[in-house]
């Protein structure tokens, strides 16, 4: 059983940063990819960055230049590291780790941007 635990949300005004946290435990075999994404309230869930298993990464244009994302393998933690937040960064922030056998998803982590 793969468990993912989301941490370092809060409430931070415009401009501020905060750096988020998913410990992966569990049996996992092989990581092909992990991600960030988020849903803001009355909207879909979508894509912020992923970091591939060769370590290329990806950003959603919204972030990009803002957000970082990296991954200590040792600790099997993925982080996300957000500067320059805007209100409209504001969500419930969730992790996901694409194994060779299955997706698996955290519980989320809320930010909030206050303006």
């Known amino acids: 059983q793969v468990q993912l635990v989301e941490s370092g949300g809060g409430v931070v005004q415009a401009g501020g940063s905060l750096r988020l946290s998913c410990a992966a435990s569990?049996?996992?075999?092989?990581?092909?990819?992990m991600g960030w994404y988020r849903q803001a309230p009355g909207e879909q869930r979508e894509l912020v960055a992923t970091l591939a298993r060769a370590g290329s990464t990806y950003y959603a244009d919204s972030v990009k230049g803002r957000f970082t994302i990296s991954r200590d393998s040792a600790k099997n933690t993925l982080y996300l590291q957000m500067n320059s937040l805007k209100p409209e960064d504001t969500a419930v922030y969730y992790c996901k780790l694409d194994a060779s056998d299955s997706s698996y998803w955290g519980q989320g982590t809320l930010v909030t941007v206050s303006s």
């Open positions: 569990g049996s996992i075999f092989r990581i092909n990819a």
